[in-house]
């Protein structure tokens, strides 16, 4: 079936600094992929869709200047926490989708800022 | 309202018990339905999917969807303790935008 690999899965950083986070279709390729952010017992939010060759569509609130995603390959779209703050905290988690409208998502990344 | 409204539970069943897990959305317009499990601190993995109304089984785990009353619902028979996790519904809107449910926290105690 359709791997999808995070990496990586824990990250500690200080307050200011920038984290980048990447997310890998292994077997298959992906023009559309997408990135979620989780807080504790709380559902997946859309952060923002990201599509091979071209600018990323965030979602309402996210802020473009502070989550980078850059979707440079079919099999590669990477995520970067800009200038991170404490409140940036969160599990981080990208999807891919497949042909059959099924949606393979990473095991996460989970970032915490101090 | 919530385009996708789960009741976060949590639910406590024991060993063997029949698990009824539900969502209704709010668009006529959605036409694929998903469901997730999700083990603590990993990532969401898809166990079921429809486009239809009607029932889909696969294994001990069973989806139905009601369109007529924009209800979907996730039925596991035998439930074990390793079925114990957290459930998320999702439909695919316009644009393959996924919109999760709340997720329902299950617990099966042996």
């Known amino acids: 079936g359709a791997v999808v690999s995070q990496h990586p899965s824990r990250v500690i950083c200080k307050s200011g600094t920038s984290v980048k986070i990447e997310c890998r279709s292994l077997?298959?390729?992906?023009?559309?992929m997408f990135w979620y952010r989780q807080f504790p017992k709380q559902s997946l939010m859309l952060m923002a869709t990201?599509?091979?060759?071209?600018?990323?569509?965030?979602e309402q609130g996210v802020e473009k200047d502070k989550f980078l995603i850059n979707h440079a390959s079919l099999t590669l779209s990477t995520l970067t926490v800009t200038s991170a703050h404490p409140e940036d905290s969160s599990f981080y988690i990208c999807?891919?989708?497949?042909?059959?409208?099924?949606?393979?998502f990473g095991s996460g990344t989970r970032l915490t800022v101090v | 309202q919530k385009e996708v409204e789960q009741d976060p539970g949590p639910l406590s069943v024991p060993e063997g018990a029949i698990v009824s897990l539900n969502c209704t959305y709010s668009?006529?317009?959605?036409?694929?339905f998903m469901w997730y499990r999700q083990y603590s601190r990993k990532g969401p993995e898809l166990l079921m999917y429809?486009?239809?109304?009607g029932n889909k089984e696969d294994g001990r785990f069973t989806a139905q969807v009601d369109k007529s009353s924009k209800y979907i619902s996730l039925f596991i028979r035998d439930s074990q303790p390793s079925d114990s996790a957290t459930y998320l519904c999702?439909?695919?809107?316009?644009?393959?935008?996924?919109?999760f449910g709340a997720g329902t926290r299950l617990f099966v105690k042996a």
């Open positions: 429809t486009y239809s109304s």
């Open positions: 668009n006529s317009a959605f036409q694929y």
């Open positions: 077997d298959f390729q992906a023009t559309t």
């Open positions: 990201s599509n091979e060759g071209s600018k990323a569509t965030y």
């Open positions: 999807s891919a989708r497949d042909t059959n409208y099924g949606y393979t």
């Open positions: 999702a439909v695919v809107a316009g644009g393959f935008k996924t919109i």
